[in-house]
């Protein structure tokens, strides 16, 4: 029995949109009409506020059908905890993190990045993705050093049956080079999250689930994530 609370994020957590190949490629022959004109060259990024985060476990009041969103967050950490890893035993796996632009993410951790339906992804409306309760996460951050983001999957489950997995190798911006188009206009500070993106089903939809199911997401060597989703009150 553990003694510490689950984990929550303690800054502000940005999802990523389009970050996979097979949802990139679909939406391809859109980005050249209107509004936008053209593909977008930085990263197009929405943020889960905080009354969306809730702890591995939790009921998720919902009204119908919303999507899974299974993916990956990066937990940002200070300079100071990335120097104590570089002194550790693991000093080589803290140097490998500084050579693929990772040295400033303390860990990573999963999560159910829910929203309702909605069909444009160019302009995320607050009330698809940041209902009460729309960001489930993992109760533990994993040291990033003791995770291959380049080869992991993700597999999501909905009453026991596999639904998706989501294969981090077919990320269009892996973990660095996301990090560095991020940073290259804004500073994540400690605490925050950015997420890595959610992929799409072969046929461009995302798993759905109501009110009455049970998700679990999990990964190799991550602590892995346990919900339901309940009925809203009227």
């Known amino acids: 029995m553990s003694l510490h609370a689950p984990w929550l994020p303690r800054g502000t957590v940005y999802g990523t949109l389009l970050n996979f190949r097979r949802e990139w490629d679909r939406w391809a022959p859109k980005m050249s009409q209107a509004p936008y004109k053209a593909a977008p060259r930085a990263p197009v990024l929405y943020v889960k506020t905080a009354n969306s985060f809730a702890p591995t476990g939790a009921a998720v009041p919902v009204t119908g059908a919303v999507e899974l969103g299974a993916t990956l967050g990066l937990v940002i950490g200070d300079f100071e905890t990335n120097a104590a890893a570089a002194r550790s035993s693991k000093a080589q796996a803290a140097i490998k993190f500084e050579l693929d632009g990772l040295a400033r993410v303390a860990g990573c951790v999963l999560l159910d990045d829910l929203s309702l339906p909605h069909a444009s992804y160019y302009r995320p409306a607050i009330r698809y993705r940041n209902r009460d309760g729309f960001l489930v996460c993992a109760p533990a951050v994993t040291p990033l050093r003791e995770v291959d983001l380049k080869a992991l999957r993700i597999e999501a489950r909905v009453n026991g049956a596999l639904v998706q997995t989501v294969d981090l190798s077919t990320l269009v911006r892996d973990a660095a080079t996301l990090l560095a188009d991020v940073g290259a206009f804004m500073t994540l500070q400690p605490g925050d999250v950015l997420l890595l993106g959610t992929d799409c089903l072969a046929d461009g939809t995302r798993p759905r689930v109501r009110a009455g199911d049970r998700v679990e997401i999990s990964a190799p ?14």
């Open 221 to 234: 060597g991550l602590a892995p994530l346990v919900h339901t989703l309940a009925q809203e009150a009227a």
